[in-house]
Nanobody, 128 residues
Framework: QVQLVESGGGLVQPGGSLGVSCTSP????????MGWFRQAPGKEREFVAA????????EYADSVKGRFTIYRENAKNTMSLQMYSLKPEDTAVYYC?????????????????????WGQGTQVTVSS
């Protein structure tokens, strides 16, 4: 049973910074690409960012490029998303996801159906 546990999130003012992390107990953490999706109330779940198993490749949604950074520490079984210059439209539940292997598939990485395992989500609220 694959377990993805998100932490972080919370309330931050516009223009502020916040980080969310995801841990997955078990072996071979580096064997799997991971990423983040988000879902705002009344909206579809959307891709945010993804990172390959060894951390060498990353992909970002256009809406967060230059403001968010995804990274991983395989020795700690942890993958994180650092968010800067946050906007009210970044408010959403953020979900950690894991793929079936280590590679990012550029043609499908942004599709929710590409990702095999999902965490429970953590709320990020950007508001003054």
């Amino acid at each position: 049973q694959v377990q993805l546990v998100e932490s972080g999130g919370g309330l931050v003012q516009p223009g502020g910074s916040l980080g969310v992390s995801c841990t997955s107990p078990g072996r071979a953490f580096s064997n799997y690409a991971m990423g983040w999706f988000r879902q705002a109330p009344g909206k579809e779940r959307e891709f945010v960012a993804a990172i390959s198993g060894n951390g060498g490749s990353t992909e970002y949604a256009d809406s967060v490029k230059g403001r968010f950074t995804i990274y991983r520490e395989n020795a700690k079984n942890t993958m994180s998303l650092q968010m800067y210059s946050l906007k009210p439209e970044d408010t959403a539940v953020y979900y950690c996801v894991r793929d079936r292997d280590s590679i990012l598939r550029w043609g499908t990485v942004r599709r929710p159906t590409e990702w095999v395992y999902w965490g429970q989500g953590t709320q990020v609220t950007v508001s003054s």
